[in-house]
């Protein structure tokens, strides 16, 4: 390729990444089994989902009856958070550096004399701004926080408010060294965040409650039944007994989270984790609507497969399985043969948005050169 013709594909641009599509067929086509659609179409939602390797973002909804998928690429996307009072999508690409993407729905596209662009159904979401941080934060779950951004520093042992500027708002209480937090590297994987009104009503998973000799990523870190939930009041434990617990939420009064390293999603009870399904495969990413929890299973890296005891490693599944909160019963999943790991579930109503620019069945090539072209980046800049 001549030099004059990189930087000519929109999603590449929008990824910042030369080689971004197109995206290999196999990596899109996907199974599903039971009645997975039926369970997303009575959620009355679209599902965000972060395929962090494979760096992609997806988007599934039922619109008008018909089953949609839909994504775009981005690099290693991680948490995602819909932030309902501004009407945007905040998506984490944990690289080096971090990015933290703003995406929001196009609903108007601008007057052109050189051509005509009709405004696209469905409110696709469109990167509207993005800001960088040091690698080192290495951010993870994102949350909306008394109705602003907060994220995961892993890196920091710390919760960072996102506001015009970034702050440390929280850590727990066993990263301090007298009386002081450490904030150097990270030691504990703080890696999901259950928001609730305050950062002191909130919960917080980590893979372990004291710094120890051995730090997250050494292949030696211990991880079965150390893992814990923090009391954003406390800043001290108040559930113990998981192994690499990701994607805490709250649901009412309860407190759900995917317990990793067993491939199991529950609830915490008495200060012990109570599973309610069990999957086949590492869990991560969790979105609670009505009755139904979406929950998605990944593979596990080779190399870490001693952070999963729990699993038959050789026998996990890259899907997204809608299961009954109250029975356990999973109703339906959704697989990719050929998927590695997800990160976040994030869902959002489908008046909102039905997705991302590039349909998975087709691509829809010329549609999205001219989205790109001449999307209106504000409200009152229409045709």
């Given at each position: 390729?001549?030099?004059e ?7 590449e ?14 990596v ?30 997806f ?34 690409s ?13 609903t ?33 779950d ?50 999901s ?6 950062v ?43 192994t ?12 759900w ?5 067993y ?56 899907g ?7 029975s ?10 050929q ?24 691509g829809q ?7 790109f ?11």
């Amino acid at each position: 390729m001549a030099v004059e013709d990189f930087w000519r594909d929109p999603q590449e641009v929008v990824g910042g990444w030369v080689g971004a599509t197109p995206v290999a067929a196999p990596v899109l086509a996907h199974q599903v089994e039971g009645d997975w659609w039926a369970a997303l179409e009575a959620s009355g939602t679209t599902l965000l989902v972060s395929r962090e390797y494979e760096h992609l973002l997806f988007g599934f909804t039922v619109a008008e009856g018909e089953p949609r998928v839909s994504y775009m690429p981005l690099p290693h996307p991680s948490g995602i958070a819909y932030d309902v009072g501004r009407g945007v999508v905040h998506v984490a690409s944990t690289r080096n550096p971090n990015q933290l993407f703003e995406l929001a729905p196009v609903t108007a596209t601008l007057a052109r004399g050189d051509r005509a662009v009709e405004t696209p159904p469905g409110r696709p979401l469109v990167p509207r701004r993005s800001r960088f941080l040091p690698g080192a934060t290495y951010v993870h779950d994102l949350a909306m926080i008394g109705g602003t951004l907060h994220a995961n520093a892993v890196g920091e042992n710390a919760v960072i408010e996102v506001g015009e500027g970034v702050r440390r708002t929280w850590w727990p209480r066993c990263v301090e060294v007298d009386g002081e937090p450490v904030f150097d590297r990270n030691y504990i994987q703080l890696n999901s965040i259950a928001a609730g009104d305050d950062v002191e009503s909130s919960f917080y998973s980590a893979s372990s409650a004291e710094i120890g000799e051995r730090r997250p990523g050494d292949p030696d870190y211990p991880v079965d039944r150390r893992g814990v939930i923090f009391s954003g009041a406390t800043r001290e434990p108040i559930a113990r007994g998981l192994t690499r617990p990701h994607a805490a939420r709250l649901r009412g009064g309860e407190l759900w989270v995917d317990d990793s390293g067993y491939g199991e999603v529950g609830r915490i009870v008495d200060g012990g984790f109570e599973a309610v399904a069990r999957l086949p495969g590492w869990t991560r990413g969790l979105g609670v609507v009505g009755g139904t929890a979406f929950v998605a299973t990944s593979r596990v890296i080779a190399r870490f497969s001693q952070y999963a005891p729990g699993l038959r490693v050789e026998e996990a599944r890259c899907g997204i399985h809608a299961i009954d909160l109250v029975s356990g019963v999973v109703r339906g999943s959704l697989f990719w043969p050929q998927g590695d790991q997800i990160f976040a579930i994030e869902p959002v109503p489908r008046s909102f948005s039905l997705g991302f620019p590039l349909d998975a069945s087709d691509g829809q090539r010329t549609a999205v050169d001219d989205l790109f072209y001449a999307f209106a980046p504000n409200p009152e800049e229409t045709t």
